[in-house]
């Protein structure tokens, strides 16, 4: 199989990598972090402008067509500047949502919009109950006229604070943990009904908690099938997880690179400590650790697109264990290499740390991906 980049692939590598070089120093995050929305709209503009939000999207839709490999590069680079704007929300997940749903007329309204930049969204499903569980949806969607009322509350929802529109699960049919009779809804953020409560995660993103209060919407809201929506939502994760791995891939990549320059620079008793063996051991298990998380990476990447269900199901899970597993190695011991430096607020190692240690929770953690995994070979 040929891991080659093409071309194309290798100028927007360098693309992003230029813009965030010159751009996204940690200290400029730092100020993005404080505006209202957690974010720059600027950066979010310039996103735009380079094509990365529609990177994904038919060309048709002003897009550029490409795929999951392609976001995986992207999100390397963010993870490397540990980036905080909606690009998951808006592009992976929501979008995700509408590349395999949406009919031509929502994909015609909507996707040239993300392109430009001037809409974003988040994608709706989680609750606090459901855990990791995706069929767990107690949200509700009764018909009333020619349209649809909601009534119910969603958790954890990624950027929902700041998105204009959000797509949302609620239960049409079946009980409370069928796959059955779950649909999607495309919902004004600031719809009648609509509450919204938004705060800062613990890796500096954003995130809201969602109330759905009688919202009214219309029939020309549902996206796809009514009740047909699972195998939607499931295809929308596994994209979120592909892009989170390589997301965390960059930010090991960081994270190994300025332990090497502090193991070069550091002086204890008169010499860098870089050159203590035992050190030098510690960087090389994080390079290989870094390695296998790239690997897996890149066959999640590769499976998002997968049409046999088991297969991207199966491969997915196993690049979710394998990058959480690498992620948490290799920010540990960066941390541990630094000493008591390496954890705090003003040091950046502790912010990789952070957004690897919530890779491993988002989605599903790595405890349930390896019980899916056992389950399969039973």
Do not use: C
Not at 144 to 172: N, Q, Y
Not at 175 to 198: C, P, Q, W
Not at 327 to 344: E, R, Y
């Amino acid at each position: 199989m040929d891991f080659d980049l093409t071309d194309d692939q290798k100028l927007l590598t360098d693309s992003v990598s230029k813009l965030l070089a010159d751009r996204y120093t940690f200290e400029a995050r730092k100020g993005f972090q404080k505006q209202p929305e957690g974010w720059s709209a600027d950066m979010w503009n310039q996103f735009a402008e380079m094509g990365l939000l529609g990177l994904p999207f038919d060309e048709a839709y002003g897009g550029f067509g490409g795929g999951a490999v392609d976001v995986m590069l992207v999100m390397e680079q963010f993870g490397k500047a540990l980036v905080l704007e909606p690009y998951l929300a808006t592009v992976v997940l929501a979008g995700t949502a509408l590349r395999l749903a949406g009919s031509e007329a929502q994909k015609s309204a909507i996707l040239p919009e993300i392109v430009g930049g001037a809409l974003k969204m988040a994608f709706a499903h989680g609750e606090q109950s459901a855990r990791y569980d995706l069929s767990d949806v107690q949200s509700t969607a009764r018909r009333s006229g020619d349209g649809w009322v909601l009534e119910g509350a969603k958790s954890v929802v990624l950027h929902g604070g700041s998105a204009d529109k959000l797509v949302v699960s609620a239960r049409t049919a079946g009980e409370r943990n069928d796959r059955d009779g779950i649909t999607l809804f495309l919902v004004d953020g600031d719809a009648k009904g609509v509450g919204r409560r938004s705060y800062q995660l613990r890796d500096g993103t954003r995130a809201a908690e969602v109330t759905l209060s009688a919202v009214q919407v219309g029939a020309d809201a549902v996206l796809g099938g009514v009740g047909d929506a699972y195998p939607v939502i499931s295809r929308v994760v596994e994209a979120g997880i592909s892009a989170l791995a390589a997301e965390v891939v960059g930010g090991m990549d960081k994270m190994l690179d300025v332990t090497l320059e502090y193991l070069r620079t550091r002086q204890q008793f008169g010499k860098a400590i870089g050159e203590n063996q035992v050190l030098q051991h510690k960087a090389a298990d994080m390079l290989m650790s870094l390695e296998q998380g790239r690997s897996m990476s890149m066959l999640a990447a590769m499976m998002v697109d997968e049409p046999d269900a088991a297969e991207r199901e199966r491969n997915i899970a196993m690049a979710k264990v394998g990058v959480g597993q690498a992620g948490k190695f290799v920010s540990q011991n960066a941390v541990q290499l630094h000493g008591g430096i390496g954890m705090t607020e003003e040091y950046v190692i502790g912010h990789y740390f952070r957004r690897a240690m919530m890779f491993d929770h988002s989605f599903g953690d790595t405890a349930y991906y390896l019980g899916k995994l056992a389950a399969q070979v039973q």
